[in-house]
């Protein structure tokens, strides 16, 4: 089946890598994948990668625990149990209010950044266990890898690729 | 080169001159208050139950006992009897001397209004000339494109130092009674206006040591600033291996230590003294905090009026952004010092700090918490976004709450131990704020007129011009700017 090939195309530079995705997307090929060994500048970009939304989820989750933390202390402190420790004020929440804030402060930030991360693990499909996807163990070390799905034009394609400077091009099947 | 254009020219004499005219005003009908006036305030405070115009009235019982009444409405001191009458230097509670200490108050009113907006104006223009400084001992990138900028508002440091030593040498001649611990008699064990509080600390606030201290900050201050006006001008053309460069990089790096050192003397001296029984340990951070925020802010007002009128042709969106992260991240740093020296005082509840904010938050309840919602919840929540940082407009909407924020936060700093309950938001506060707009439009416009907007002789200039943070998009350019 044609459907199941990929090209894999090798680079050794990050700035030849992304004139490559240019050159690509110019003749609007789609490309599956890239794997880089680090954050290349510039790179989403030239791929036209949407951004991400991770910084709007953070915030909602800062607000979540913020509602917490305001919860708590007024379940606990004032509602619960209202005793008077040390003469501070506990006939209302506001009244005592200046005392909840480092708790307020640090669970608006435990909630965002933890669940953020772990929003970040899941939607990057990251875990234990987790089998590595990696093509080829050279991309973690000096290679970049530009992989490109084939539809009877593996010529077309294998030509293009070689004007834009890829050091090694392999034609794979997809498993 | 820029070219400072008439009608804003025009526009900023004719704020001076309001200004002028207006506290000329309010220093003339200040000096005609008697003590009949000041009885009448009494009278009308303990008639509807003292202040109800300013919101909230002391929660605490209210006899009938009408000197108490009145003690509490003349401001400063608060609470039990046994702390005001040792804590107070107006320890007598009869009704003339009552009288005479609103009188006080009364008169201070329009010292007070010019010297708020005098301190907001002199210290945000010495914290633009901080931040400039920092910038050379950084070496930072981005921002050598609006050095010139940050170099022009500093202009104002000149005209606004010499009204502080103006008002200074006033206030140790006794022409007004904005520092109670100048007040005859504090220091004389035989006088009854005697205060040991104030007495044991008059090592350090006694006239003499006020006036020498305070010339001496402005002409440091005023040194550098004079300085490096010159040199980095000189730069632009000295083509000398950046020889002066580096001279200007040391004399930054010098001028960095000098203010640190005079930053947190000046705050005692001129916004702690105004409260002499009263103290804390980070006042002095907490007042930078709030001037840092405001220069930046002016920074950001000039720099996106001067690159709409195509002055300053190496800035962009990015450039925006990174003042408005500042803007951001520093009206956070400001809340953070305010409400650590806030909730310290309020969870420890030691008589002789409270009364520091028992006197705000009793007479300026609303000020004093409607500054934290300017100056915190409303940057927070607009400059959050990243977008959002780029936009002119938008982060000129931010910097407007920003600045009246600080302005009031400097404001409740003063006011309440000069004015106490007598404070109103009127002509003599509206008239010195026009002055001082009119004062630095007019000095920072004039003096960016002086000079190339590019400073061509900085190494990191080519750095600054192609400055732009990956995250955001720019308004007119194509993607090719990217990279």
């Given at each position: 089946?044609?459907?199941?090939?990929?090209?894999?195309?090798?680079?050794?530079?990050?700035?030849?890598?992304v004139d490559a995705v240019k050159a690509v997307k110019a003749e609007h090929h789609h490309i599956e994948e890239v794997f880089c060994p680090f954050p290349v500048h510039g790179l989403d970009k030239a791929m036209g990668l949407a951004p991400t939304r991770l910084a709007i989820t953070a915030f909602f989750y800062g607000i979540t625990?913020?509602?917490?933390?305001?919860?708590?202390?007024?379940?606990?402190?004032?509602?619960?149990?209202?005793?008077?420790?040390?003469?501070?004020?506990?006939?209302?929440?506001?009244?005592?209010?200046?005392?909840?804030?480092?708790?307020?402060?640090?669970?608006?930030?435990?909630?965002?950044?933890h669940l953020m991360v772990i929003t970040f693990y899941m939607r990057s499909r990251i875990w234990p266990f987790k089998e590595a996807?990696?093509?080829?163990?050279?991309?973690?070390?000096?290679?970049?890898?530009?992989?490109?799905?084939?539809?009877?034009?593996?010529?077309?394609?294998?030509?293009l690729l070689a004007k834009t400077g890829a050091v090694e091009i392999n034609v794979v099947d997809k498993h | 080169m820029y070219?400072?254009?008439g009608k804003l020219k025009t526009f900023s004499l004719a704020l001076i001159v309001l200004g002028v005219i207006g506290i000329a005003f309010s220093f003339y009908s200040g000096s005609q208050t008697t003590i009949e006036d000041a009885k009448h305030a009494i009278e009308a405070a303990s008639n509807d139950g003292h202040g109800g115009s300013h919101g909230e009235s002391i929660e605490a019982p209210h006899t009938s006992d009408n000197s108490k009444v009145d003690n509490n409405a003349s401001g400063v001191h608060h609470g039990e009897g046994s702390v005001d009458t040792?804590?107070?230097?107006?320890?007598?509670?009869?009704?003339?001397?009552?009288?005479?200490?609103?009188?006080?108050?009364?008169?201070?009113?329009?010292?007070?209004?010019?010297?708020?907006?005098?301190?907001?104006?002199?210290?945000?223009?010495?914290?633009?000339?901080?931040?400039?400084a920092i910038q050379r001992v950084a070496q930072v990138g981005w921002s050598v494109v609006i050095l010139r900028v940050m170099e022009a508002i500093t202009g104002n440091l000149l005209p606004v130092s010499i009204l502080m030593a103006i008002v200074i040498i006033a206030s140790v001649m006794h022409l007004n009674h904005l520092f109670p611990w100048m007040a005859e008699g504090t220091?004389?064990?035989?006088?009854?206006?005697?205060?040991?509080?104030?007495?044991?600390?008059?090592?350090?606030?006694?006239?003499?040591?006020?006036?020498?201290?305070?010339?001496?900050?402005?002409?440091?201050?005023?040194?550098?600033?004079?300085?490096?006006?010159?040199?980095?001008?000189?730069?632009?053309?000295?083509?000398?291996?950046?020889?002066?460069?580096?001279?200007?990089?040391?004399?930054?790096?010098?001028?960095?230590?000098?203010?640190?050192i005079t930053e947190t003397m000046m705050s005692w001296d001129w916004i702690m003294g105004l409260d002499p029984h009263w103290f804390s340990t980070l006042f002095a951070w907490y007042v930078l905090a709030t001037l840092l925020v405001s220069a930046l802010t002016v920074i950001a007002f000039f720099t996106i009026y001067l690159r709409s009128k195509n002055a300053l042709p190496g800035v962009n969106d990015s450039h925006i952004h990174d003042l408005a992260k500042f803007m951001f991240g520093f009206s956070v740093f400001w809340t953070y010092l305010w409400f650590a020296q806030f909730m310290l005082i309020w969870y420890a509840d030691i008589p002789e700090e409270t009364t520091y904010y028992v006197a705000r938050f009793t007479e300026y309840k609303l000020p004093f918490l409607g500054m934290v919602v300017m100056n915190f919840a409303f940057p927070v929540l607009l400059l959050i976004n990243s977008d959002f940082k780029s936009k002119p407009w938008f982060v000129f909407i931010g910097g407007v709450?920003?600045?009246?924020?600080?302005?009031?936060?400097?404001?409740?700093?003063?006011?309440?131990?000069?004015?106490?309950?007598?404070?109103?938001?009127?002509?003599?506060?509206?008239?010195?704020?026009?002055?001082?707009?009119?004062?630095?439009?007019?000095?920072?416009?004039?003096?960016?007129?002086?000079?190339?907007?590019?400073?061509?002789?900085?190494?990191?200039?080519?750095?600054?011009?192609?400055f732009h943070y990956y995250n955001i998009e720019h308004s007119g350019e194509d993607s090719g700017d990217h990279h």
């Amino acid at each position: 089946m044609e459907a199941n090939k990929v090209i894999h195309a090798f680079y050794t530079d990050d700035e030849v890598l992304v004139d490559a995705v240019k050159a690509v997307k110019a003749e609007h090929h789609h490309i599956e994948e890239v794997f880089c060994p680090f954050p290349v500048h510039g790179l989403d970009k030239a791929m036209g990668l949407a951004p991400t939304r991770l910084a709007i989820t953070a915030f909602f989750y800062g607000i979540t625990g913020l509602g917490v933390a305001i919860w708590l202390t007024n379940y606990i402190m004032i509602q619960d149990w209202p005793q008077d420790i040390g003469g501070k004020p506990s006939f209302s929440w506001f009244e005592n209010m200046p005392a909840f804030v480092p708790i307020m402060f640090e669970l608006t930030v435990f909630f965002a950044a933890h669940l953020m991360v772990i929003t970040f693990y899941m939607r990057s499909r990251i875990w234990p266990f987790k089998e590595a996807e990696n093509p080829d163990p050279r991309t973690t070390d000096d290679h970049f890898l530009m992989e490109i799905p084939v539809h009877n034009n593996e010529e077309a394609l294998t030509s293009l690729l070689a004007k834009t400077g890829a050091v090694e091009i392999n034609v794979v099947d997809k498993h | 080169m820029y070219q400072f254009s008439g009608k804003l020219k025009t526009f900023s004499l004719a704020l001076i001159v309001l200004g002028v005219i207006g506290i000329a005003f309010s220093f003339y009908s200040g000096s005609q208050t008697t003590i009949e006036d000041a009885k009448h305030a009494i009278e009308a405070a303990s008639n509807d139950g003292h202040g109800g115009s300013h919101g909230e009235s002391i929660e605490a019982p209210h006899t009938s006992d009408n000197s108490k009444v009145d003690n509490n409405a003349s401001g400063v001191h608060h609470g039990e009897g046994s702390v005001d009458t040792t804590m107070s230097g107006h320890g007598a509670h009869d009704d003339d001397s009552h009288a005479e200490h609103v009188l006080h108050q009364l008169q201070n009113r329009p010292w007070s209004a010019f010297y708020v907006a005098l301190f907001f104006s002199l210290g945000l223009t010495l914290l633009v000339l901080t931040f400039y400084a920092i910038q050379r001992v950084a070496q930072v990138g981005w921002s050598v494109v609006i050095l010139r900028v940050m170099e022009a508002i500093t202009g104002n440091l000149l005209p606004v130092s010499i009204l502080m030593a103006i008002v200074i040498i006033a206030s140790v001649m006794h022409l007004n009674h904005l520092f109670p611990w100048m007040a005859e008699g504090t220091f004389d064990p035989s006088s009854e206006n005697y205060d040991p509080i104030v007495d044991g600390k008059s090592w350090w606030i006694n006239s003499t040591g006020f006036l020498v201290r305070s010339i001496i900050y402005l002409i440091l201050w005023n040194t550098y600033r004079f300085f490096i006006r010159k040199n980095s001008i000189k730069e632009d053309t000295a083509n000398d291996g950046n020889k002066t460069y580096k001279k200007n990089y040391n004399a930054s790096v010098i001028f960095l230590f000098v203010f640190m050192i005079t930053e947190t003397m000046m705050s005692w001296d001129w916004i702690m003294g105004l409260d002499p029984h009263w103290f804390s340990t980070l006042f002095a951070w907490y007042v930078l905090a709030t001037l840092l925020v405001s220069a930046l802010t002016v920074i950001a007002f000039f720099t996106i009026y001067l690159r709409s009128k195509n002055a300053l042709p190496g800035v962009n969106d990015s450039h925006i952004h990174d003042l408005a992260k500042f803007m951001f991240g520093f009206s956070v740093f400001w809340t953070y010092l305010w409400f650590a020296q806030f909730m310290l005082i309020w969870y420890a509840d030691i008589p002789e700090e409270t009364t520091y904010y028992v006197a705000r938050f009793t007479e300026y309840k609303l000020p004093f918490l409607g500054m934290v919602v300017m100056n915190f919840a409303f940057p927070v929540l607009l400059l959050i976004n990243s977008d959002f940082k780029s936009k002119p407009w938008f982060v000129f909407i931010g910097g407007v709450v920003i600045l009246a924020g600080h302005y009031i936060d400097v404001f409740i700093m003063v006011m309440p131990s000069t004015v106490g309950a007598q404070w109103f938001f009127g002509i003599p506060e509206i008239s010195a704020l026009l002055f001082f707009i009119g004062l630095i439009i007019y000095t920072t416009l004039s003096s960016f007129a002086k000079a190339n907007p590019v400073p061509k002789g900085n190494p990191f200039l080519a750095e600054s011009e192609h400055f732009h943070y990956y995250n955001i998009e720019h308004s007119g350019e194509d993607s090719g700017d990217h990279h």
